[in-house]
């Protein structure tokens, strides 16, 4: 029907467009939870959902790999059965920042990887994407313009630009297309639209500034660097450990396996549930020794797995500078500030 | 008739904390007739000293996990009295509606669990599983419902989180106010097999006449969580003299306090409460009573599971309205009170003194703080319905005794413990256990 | 798979007994549960009495006098497995609040001149008079987590409460923090296992659960100032359930 | 909701029936299993198996056979906590789950033709044994062997009977060491003192020598300096390291040294590869 690869969506038709999506598949989008906080939750109704927002206190991730998520049942009543299973619900994400779409690209990679990971896979197949675009910064914490996620970069189905009237719509895969087609409130995008799209785009990319006086390219290096630095004492005294700033980040994967045994002792299930490495057992074996015994040890693993380890790995940052770590620290510890102060410790050893 | 009875039942069973019963008849003479109670102090009064009135009722909560909301909601009533703070309709609805939940759920508790193996003469429920699992199922359903209600609304029911000065931190959403009204809807049959349940009981038959004393008011409302303090001999006083209703004070053969008002001592619980305000019962609570032979004034103390009963349905069909208020009143979100927001300073502190007075499920409740200018608490008193009641038990189990003199042992044991649960006590959240008497020493 | 099923029996030391009554409160899950288990005495709601040896002995209160102690001790004696259970019994709890002041001051606060009716004790908790096998923190107790343990001791493995703090479950809750509506929370320092009950209900956490292993107080301390929160309010509220962690172990 | 039955899940388990049980020491047993239908493992010496009880949870452990044996597999287990401890209480016919093998072993086609320092603490033995057996069946593949074993005290000594043997040998060099006499100390062990006391005593040729090393994470900084101290090539010291394991998939990040997983880069590391990683030791 729409052979172009944009359309527009009105914003009188908005409402009707949630609602009819709604009808048709669970539809999650970004609600307001009060004091500036946002969650991803189910949506009927267009009211019902924070189109400016800032990032949601649990990253997308939540659907592709729950809190907690069965792995295995069995039963050992008479002989040992079990069966690996994973409970997958069709949805739409509605409204997924271009920051948080990167996090989803992350997982994807990690998941695909051998050993592939069929939980997150079957899961990742029934859920489809329609990303939101930032016109603006959300808030002095993001840093998605150093980590070159502001603008959007594939990985969605559909992806939304609020033009103030309307909404430019990019599609860009089948399945987007086919929502676009059941639900029949889009007009063919015409020229002038798409030029005020590329006039928003040229305005952001002035807007958008990197965070810190550093070459992406050059953040590797950094670390490499800064094994041995004071900042990560620094960490240790303020860091309380809570676990905050992994739970909330859009790429952590971490994760606890677990054994639950109905009443019976005889049936059960296998699950995992989300875990983090800033956690006084993370590391801890049977005989009590802790691998990562210290808070330093432990914020410095956590920002070589965003900055450095991956790098290596799967050839990208593992930050989408979406800034939850440092929303969600209540001892003040900023990500922003961590590497300004890698960099600033860093040119002090060099100019000394 | 002569003979000598030594009755000692150490740890009195199915009440909620230690108690004993020691009775002693010789020679067809009643020497001894009391309740010990053998509870490990707590000192609550004495430790809430110098803390802020905002931990108030989280730590008066403590004080009593059967009747947690009422402590509660007591607590709270202290306070905002010594802050001056009036709390809104809605939060009273929702006040009132907790309350409500909680009475069920202890009444419930008591009927089922606590009093019916003695008039099915069993030791407790655990053998009525086999012989009687529908009822079983049916009592456990029925406590679990006001769990789940108490749970929407205050978070749980054992030391309830969202209730606190000012209102609530969290207010029931649409569907939770469905939820609940779902469930309370769904209660009615059950509660329909209670009343036939118990219609079938046979109470003991044992009068004695006393003073009755709970919440009164003026208005249609049966009086649960406001009113004056009144009594059955025509007593009424406000609720900030209400030392003045509980006298506690010195026997001078023994230690001991114990409260009386207007004779040598006085009833709390379900059956005050009915005695003193029966028309302002629910017409269908009305019904049942009038089914179970229950009317003011009542004096059979074993009637008071009866009265429970007849009031678990008033307080199932006042929920019931409640909710619907509520629904169509529509709740305001912006009522929702951030917890500790005193330590931001945002509820003015000023030095006072309030009381606190709430029909518990047991028995009027009273909690009296006195604090500081900087809101921490200077003196606390907390007078527990049960602690009320000991003295009246007692005298009761005087009049009892010579009347069942012809029984065997074990059948005066089981009428004394029959008795005494009757009242429901709550022995554990006496915090004055001011009733221990000492007669051999 | 049928064994014999293990013979359990509730006990009350100082507490509030809302801890037994939550398991009460499970409504017909306690069938599920009657069903592994064999409750030979639960006093506050069976008449029955056991004197002999338990298999599974399970403790509420915490311990407050002389008497306690000894019970305590004869019931240790006689059981194969003890749970403290709930807070009062695990850590202390609120009955730990008294050990800020004299025995004979608090006692002549209550009682007046007849104060020595009622002698007590410093609080301490089951584990600080008699070894304790399994520990159900909690005030009241999260029913799922006794329900975990009741496997763990069934299945004879151990059970760990968990050593890291409610901060984590309140995440997974997508709760909103409480320092964003700036009010100082305990849930960093507290450790986790009640799925953040009190914070899923917009309170706060008060410690119930007791402190992790180890608290980075300095830490703690530097973010109540930068909240503006008062040092002094979030001590006193440690204190409120945590105050038996002082008593060392002999 | 869905429920997708995942037939390839990494997650699924064989089925493992314990066809014996032997206490070993007061702590360790030696379990011997073999999965259902009589399927191979397929490991080699250095690889570890997660194995499961349903209810209690997996615990990773290595393989103590060779990989020759074929038919079934050994698995030497400590009672350290709860699944090994469950483990413990089993009896010979129950089943367990197992997934796996995981990891990297022991560089076998690296070792062949060459000398070798095999250097065991403890429970360092258990997959060490793996190898060791394996080098037997294929002796000839390998040039000297010398083995070296410390343990606590004559009381933990692992495989005993086998150690025995392994003394009596004459295609190979075995000496034995324990911390500290606490009973009867049999006549065969001649030293009293840590491991790194027998390193001087073995006579190798460095340049074609290789070490391998397993036991607890204390060891591995004193081992390592001994051994180069004796010119060993960094490369030609082989280790197996311990970790908090999940998954044993690279993904639950319980294992992770810095950029590596323990569990699918390792166990089995190369020192000369590793040394650089600060977390490692
Ligand atoms: C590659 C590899 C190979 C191995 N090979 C072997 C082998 O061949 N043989 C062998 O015996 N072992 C082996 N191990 C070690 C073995 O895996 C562990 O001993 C085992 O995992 C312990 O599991 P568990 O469930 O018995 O102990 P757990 O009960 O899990 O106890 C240990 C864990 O519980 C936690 N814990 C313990 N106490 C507490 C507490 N009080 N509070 C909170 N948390 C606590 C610890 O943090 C630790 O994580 C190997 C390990 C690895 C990584
Ligand atoms: S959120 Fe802050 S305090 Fe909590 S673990 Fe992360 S860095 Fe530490
Ligand atoms: S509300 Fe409390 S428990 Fe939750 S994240 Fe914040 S500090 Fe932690
Ligand atoms: S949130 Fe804190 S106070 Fe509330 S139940 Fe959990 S540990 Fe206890």
Redesign the interface.
């Known amino acids: 029907m729409k052979d172009s690869q944009y359309v527009i969506l009105k914003k009188e038709n908005f409402n009707g467009f949630i609602t009819g999506l709604s009808k048709l598949h669970k539809l999650v989008a970004p609600v307001s939870k009060g004091y500036n906080n946002y969650s991803f939750e189910e949506v009927s109704s267009g009211k019902e959902i924070a189109i400016k927002y800032i990032p949601t206190i649990l990253p997308p991730k939540k659907f592709f790999m729950p809190q907690q998520e069965t792995l295995l049942e069995y039963d050992i009543s008479k002989d040992l059965h079990t069966e690996a299973v994973v409970e997958p619900e069709e949805m739409v994400l509605f409204g997924v920042h271009t920051c948080d779409i990167a996090g989803i690209q992350c997982l994807n990679m990690v998941f695909s990887e051998h050993p592939k990971d069929y939980n997150y896979l079957t899961r990742r197949q029934r859920i489809k994407i329609i990303g939101l675009e930032c016109n603006e910064y959300c808030d002095e914490h993001a840093v998605c313009c150093l980590m070159n996620t502001y603008m959007p970069d594939g990985g969605y189905d559909l992806f939304f630009t609020d033009l103030g009237d309307y909404f430019i719509v990019h599609i860009n895969t089948r399945a987007g297309e086919e929502i676009i087609e059941a639900i029949n409130l889009f007009e063919n995008a015409e020229k002038s639209h798409l030029e005020e799209l590329e006039k928003l785009r040229e305005k952001k990319r002035t807007v958008f500034k990197k965070e810190l006086p550093i070459e992406l390219g050059s953040i590797p290096e950094l670390f490499d660097r800064s094994f041995e630095s004071k900042v990560w004492n620094d960490l240790d005294e303020r860091c309380l450990a809570c676990g905050n700033c992994t739970m909330v980040c859009p790429t952590c994967y971490c994760f606890d396996i677990k054994d639950e045994i109905n009443l019976d002792l005889s049936t059960g299930k296998r699950y995992r549930v989300w875990d983090s490495c800033q956690l006084e057992p993370f590391a801890r074996i049977a005989g009590g020794i802790n691998f990562q015994k210290t808070r330093a040890g432990r914020q410095r693993h956590r920002y070589y797995r965003k900055f450095r380890y991956p790098v290596n790995k799967f050839s990208r940052f593992f930050c989408t500078g979406c800034g939850r770590c440092s929303r969600a620290c209540m001892a003040g510890i900023r990500l922003k500030e961590t590497l300004g102060a890698l960099m600033e410790s860093e040119s002090r050893e060099v100019n000394a | 008739m002569s003979r000598d009875i030594n009755i000692n039942v150490d740890y009195l069973t199915r009440v909620e904390g230690h108690g004993n019963i020691v009775v002693n008849v010789k020679e067809g003479r009643l020497e001894t007739c009391r309740l010990d109670i053998v509870e490990a102090p707590r000192f609550f009064e004495g430790l809430l000293r110098g803390r802020s009135i905002f931990e108030a009722q989280h730590i008066t909560s403590r004080i009593c996990g059967i009747c947690a909301c009422a402590h509660s909601l007591a607590s709270i009533q202290a306070s905002e009295d010594a802050l001056s703070i009036t709390p809104s309709e809605q939060t009273v609805k929702l006040r009132k509606l907790l309350l409500h939940f909680e009475t069920l759920d202890s009444h419930l508790l008591h009927i089922y669990l606590l009093a019916s193996p003695d008039l099915l003469g069993v030791k407790s429920f655990i053998p009525l599983i086999d012989t009687h699992n529908q009822v079983v199922r049916r009592a456990l359903r029925l406590k679990k419902t006001c769990n789940d209600m108490c749970s929407i609304l205050a978070g749980r029911h054992v030391h309830p989180i969202t209730a606190t000065i000012g209102g609530f931190t969290k207010l029931p959403g649409k569907k939770d106010l469905d939820a609940i009204l779902n469930m309370l809807e769904g209660m009615r049959p059950d509660i329909e097999a209670t009343v036939e349940f118990v219609s079938t009981m046979r109470f003991p038959e044992f009068e004695r006449d006393t003073e009755y004393v709970a919440l009164v008011s003026d208005d249609n409302e049966y009086p649960l969580l406001t009113g004056d303090l009144g009594s059955t001999d025509g007593v009424r006083k406000g609720k900030r003299e209400y030392r003045d209703v509980t006298n506690e004070f010195v026997v001078p053969h023994s230690s001991a306090k114990h409260t009386r008002l207007s004779r040598e001592s006085y009833a709390v619980g379900s059956l005050a409460r009915l005695n003193l305000s029966y028309d302002k019962l629910h017409p269908e609570a009305k019904e049942i009573a009038s089914a179970l032979g229950l009317k003011p004034k009542c004096i059979n103390p074993y009637m008071n599971t009866a009265a429970q009963l007849v009031e678990s349905v008033h307080c199932l069909e006042d929920a019931i309205s409640t909710v619907e208020d509520l629904k169509n009143m529509g709740i305001d979100y912006d009522e929702e009170i951030v917890v500790g927001l005193n330590e931001q300073s945002r509820i003015p502190v000023k030095a006072g003194s309030g009381v606190g007075a709430v029909e518990a499920p047991r028995g009027t409740l009273y909690h009296n703080y006195e604090i500081d200018e900087r809101g921490i608490i200077q003196h606390a008193n907390c007078i527990i319905p049960t602690n009320q009641n000991l003295n009246n038990i007692e005298r009761d189990m005087e009049k009892l005794v010579p009347e069942i003199l012809d029984k065997s042992d074990e059948e005066i044991t089981l009428y004394l413990e029959m008795l005494v649960r009757a009242y429901d006590p709550c022995i554990s959240c006496s915090t004055h256990i001011v009733n221990v008497k000492f007669v051999n020493r | 798979m049928k064994r014999p099923k293990p013979k359990v029996a509730f006990f009350d030391f100082a507490s509030c007994e809302g801890c037994q009554l939550q398991v009460a409160n499970t409504g017909e899950t306690l069938l599920d549960v009657l069903d592994v288990i064999d409750v030979v005495e639960f006093r506050e709601i069976m008449s029955e009495k056991w004197d002999r040896e338990l298999d599974i002995a399970i403790i509420e209160g915490s311990i407050t006098d002389h008497h306690a102690e000894e019970r305590l001790k004869q019931i240790r004696e006689r059981s194969r497995i003890l749970i403290a259970f709930g807070s009062c019994a695990a850590i202390g709890g609120v009955n730990g609040m008294k050990n800020n002041f004299d025995p004979d001051e608090i006692g002549k606060y209550v009682y007046g001149s007849d104060y020595h009716f009622f002698p007590t004790e410093k609080t301490r908790a089951v584990h600080q008079v008699v070894k304790v096998d399994y520990s159900v923190t909690g005030c009241p107790v999260y029913i799922p987590e006794f329900v975990e343990v009741l496997k763990a001791v069934l299945q004879g493995i151990p059970y760990y409460v968990p050593d890291y703090a409610v901060c984590v479950e309140c995440k997974l809750n997508e709760n909103v923090c409480m320092y964003e509506k700036r009010v100082g929370c305990l849930g960093p320092v507290t450790r986790a296992g009640c799925n953040s009950w009190c914070i899923n209900n917009r309170n706060m956490c008060y410690g119930c659960r007791g402190i992790v292993s180890n608290p980075n107080e300095k830490g703690a301390k530097d973010v109540l100032s930068r909240y503006n929160i008062p040092l002094d309010l979030v001590l006193k509220k440690i204190d409120m359930y945590n105050k038996c962690r002082e008593i060392k172990n002999e | ?13 064989k ?1 493992g029936k314990i066809l014996s049980i032997k206490q070993m020491t007061e702590n360790e047993k030696l379990f011997e299993i073999a999965l259902e239908g009589g399927e191979s493992l397929g490991h080699q010496p250095g690889q570890f198996v997660m194995v ?1 009880l ?5 615990a990773p452990i290595s393989l103590s056979s060779s990989p020759v044996t074929g038919g079934s597999f050994e698995l030497c287990i400590r009672a ?3 699944v ?3 483990l413990h ?1 089993l009896e010979a016919g129950a ?1 367990v ?1 197992i997934r796996g093998p995981f990891g990297k072993g022991f560089p076998v086609r690296a070792l062949e033709g060459n000398d070798l320092l095999i250097i065991a603490c403890g429970l360092g033995l258990a997959p060490l044994r793996s190898l060791i057996r394996y080098i037997f069946d294929n002796r000839g593949d390998f040039g000297k062997v010398h083995i070296l074993f410390g343990c606590r005290s004559p009381g933990n000594i692992l495989f005993i009977d086998e150690l025995k043997d392994w003394n009596k040998r004459t295609d190979i060099s075995f000496e034995c060491t324990v911390d500290q006499v606490d009973c009867a100390r049999p006549d065969w062990i001649r030293y009293v003192g840590l491991i790194t006391t027998l390193i001087p005593r073995v006579q190798i040729e460095p340049e074609r020598t290789f070490a391998v090393v397993v036991g ?2 204390v060891v591995y900084k004193y081992v390592i300096k001994e051994l180069l101290s004796r010119n060993i090539p960094e490369r030609q010291i082989f280790l197996s390291l ?3 394991m ?2 044993g ?6 294992c ?4 590596i997983y323990c569990c699918q880069d390792g166990p089995v590391f190369n020192y000369g590869e590793i040394k650089h990683l ?2 490692a030791f």
């Open positions: 909701m869905e429920r997708v039955v995942l037939k390839e899940s990494a997650y699924n388990i089925k499961s349903f209810g209690v949870g997996e350290a906590g709860k090994t401890n469950a209480r089943e789950g607890p994470p311990e970790r908090h999940k998954c998939l690279g993904k639950c990040g319980h992770q040294i810095q950029g600060k977390e």
